[in-house]
Each structure stands twice: as C-alpha cells, then as structure tokens.
C-alpha cells in the first residue's frame, strides 16, 4: 500500500503528515484535520489499507456532497 495515494481512487492524497514523515520537512496541518469523514466513507476503505493511507480531499468531497444531496440531509 502506497502511503501517498488514496485507498479509494488511487489518486495522490497529499497528506502533509506523509510528508512530513518522509521528508522530516515540517509541514503545516494537513488538510484533512479540517474536515469530518463519514464512517459510511471510512468504511469504504478497503481493510488493508485502513491506517496506511490517507483518503483525498477529491474523495471526501465527493462523499460529502452525496450525503447532502440525500433527502432529509441538512
């Protein structure tokens, strides 16, 4: 499992912890510690890569706009 790349999409997830982590550059929070990931989403995530890597921006977007598209959603 490449660390750099979405489980979902496989997509490059640009995780600033990653990063960091490889680099040893400090980065600035990650993008993803702004935003909720639905456990519907993170369910998704295939079982081997959970903890590993990262989901994108793209992806979570894409979730996020399917929930709120659902009746009832606010």
Known sequence: MNPDLCPLCGKPNRCAMEVEKQTGV?????????VDFSDDLVN????????????????QESARSRASAKPGAS
């Open 44 to 59: 998704a995530v295939p079982l081997a890569a959970r903890g590993l890597a990262c989901i994108c921006a793209a992806c």
């Open 26 to 34: 400090k980065q600035p929070p990650c993008w993803c510690t702004k």
